[in-house]
């Protein structure tokens, strides 16, 4: 299922969570590492300080794995609901954000 995810970020862990995206420390996580990865390059930080992105994922929790071993580190009041296929987010690019802290 693909989900459209609404969350806060915790900005004090921007440089340890940018550098697990990009150095491959989550990229290579088994088995949604490269979904993780492609979803914060899609999400967008919109007008009220939140984090917008849309990712796939085939627990049947949503982002239960996700959760566990990435997201819950990092961002707090995740929020997701069903959608027929990824769409744009609006707002300003959360992977630039986070590069430059």
Known sequence: MIYQVKAKFNF???KQF??????GTIGNQKPEGLEIV???NRARIDRNGDINWTEL????TPLQHER???YDAY???IQTQIIPD????TGSS???AISNK
Do not use: G, R
């Open 57 to 60: 994922c085939y627990c049947p």
């Open 68 to 70: 566990a071993t990435v």
């Open 12 to 14: 004090n862990k921007s």
């Open 86 to 89: 990824h769409i744009p987010m």
């Open 38 to 40: 492609n979803s914060m």
């Open 94 to 96: 959360f992977m630039e």
């Open 75 to 77: 961002f707090t009041n």
């Open 18 to 23: 940018y550098q697990e995206l990009t150095d």
